[in-house]
């Protein structure tokens, strides 16, 4: 009750580009019985990887977001109190949360950022991880039925409690660490995720996106989610202004509003996230093409090719 479980029936592929190295691993790991945490950055395709495999296996899996406001209750369950007051503590009046969901029907639990939850509720998890039971006061024991699983990701970057995540938690799963992908990779999954545009001018956007993650006035770069908004937005604005998406000041407008806030600037700089995103823009897509250059990527009129802008088109 209230809370979903992905029943492999109701399963579609997910496609997964790459990883092939942690799928097996992954896969490995839960054949073996064992609880895992996918430890990466946002949007490195934790989530994906997980329901990908626990589609191809199908294994039944419960999603809990983890942040602050994850009680142990929100995530055990509790009794309902109206009916608590008319039929009194029983197994009919208690309200099943992920947790005993999962462990009843020996689902994968699939915690997302576990390190935002709270000491109490980490507690909860470590006890159900070391005894494969769990006790509720008033209800009883739910013992994990076979197939229970905690599988749990984690962003090392972020600040929000991941020193908080003590041996405790680390000695009773297995870790996969998942870095950022190839440029290649990255291009074919914004392919998938992303409309048809130009060749090229995607590759170039991908290129941009990691740009983000190495320049030194930045802290944490955007995830191939920004190529993907950024794909999809210029395609929408370019569009709306009746030119080609490869349209070199649709190409920029999109990346502030793709990119700017996704990127994360070091406390010491003195610049804004737009001024970093508008240098590394042109770093990429070259300087904007002379004004009466208005045939998206064709020769200037007054007869200067491409107007100074290397990969302007
Ligand atoms: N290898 C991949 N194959 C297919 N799609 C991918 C892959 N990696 C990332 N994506 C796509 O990128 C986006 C982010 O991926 P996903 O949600 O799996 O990342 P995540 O690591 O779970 O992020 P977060 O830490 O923020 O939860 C999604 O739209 C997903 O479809
Ligand atoms: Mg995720």
Redesign the pocket.
């Known amino acids: 009750m209230g809370v979903d479980v992905a029943t492999p029936a109701a399963a579609t592929a997910?496609?997964?580009?790459?990883?092939t190295r942690e799928v097996e691993l992954l896969v490995a790991a839960l054949d073996a019985g064992a609880h895992v945490v996918?430890e990466?950055?946002?949007?490195?395709?934790?989530?994906?990887?997980l329901?990908a495999v626990a589609d191809e296996a199908r294994l039944p899996f419960v999603f809990v977001e983890g942040n602050a406001e994850l009680t142990p209750a929100r995530l055990v369950g509790h009794f309902d109190p109206a009916q608590v007051l008319e039929r009194g503590y029983s197994p009919e009046t208690f309200v099943d949360g992920a947790l005993a969901e999962a462990l009843r029907s020996g689902a994968l639990l699939y915690v997302?950022?576990i390190n935002r939850i709270p000491e109490e509720t980490l507690n909860v998890l470590i006890t159900v991880m070391s005894e494969g039971e769990l006790h509720v006061p008033r209800l009883g024991r739910i013992v994990a039925a076979p197939g229970f699983r905690l599988v749990a990701?984690m962003?090392p970057f972020d600040a929000v409690g991941t020193a908080r995540i003590s041996s405790a938690v680390y000695d009773r799963v297995c870790r996969i660490a998942?870095g950022y992908?190839s440029a290649g990779?990255e291009n074919?999954?914004v392919t998938?995720?992303g409309p048809e545009v130009d060749e090229q001018w995607r590759a170039k956007v991908v290129a941009l996106v990691r740009r983000t993650r190495e320049h030194p006035d930045v802290h944490v770069g955007s995830?191939?989610?920004g190529a993907?908004d950024m794909v999809r937005i210029t395609a929408a604005l370019a569009g709306r202004r009746g030119r080609d998406v490869t349209d070199w000041r649709s190409g920029l407008d999109s990346a502030l509003v793709a990119l700017s806030g996704r990127i994360r600037l070091v406390e010491s700089g003195t610049r804004t996230a737009e001024d970093v995103v508008r240098e590394l823009y042109r770093a990429e897509f070259g300087e904007e093409p002379s004004a009466d250059d208005d045939s998206d990527g064709a020769d200037s009129p007054d007869g200067s090719p491409g107007g100074g802008a290397p990969g302007g088109a």
Do not use: F, H, W, Y
């Open positions: 997910v496609p997964v580009v790459g990883r996918l990466g950055p946002p949007g490195t395709g934790k989530t994906t990887l329901r997302e950022e990701a962003n998942m992908q990779d074919a999954v998938l995720r995830s191939v989610r993907i």
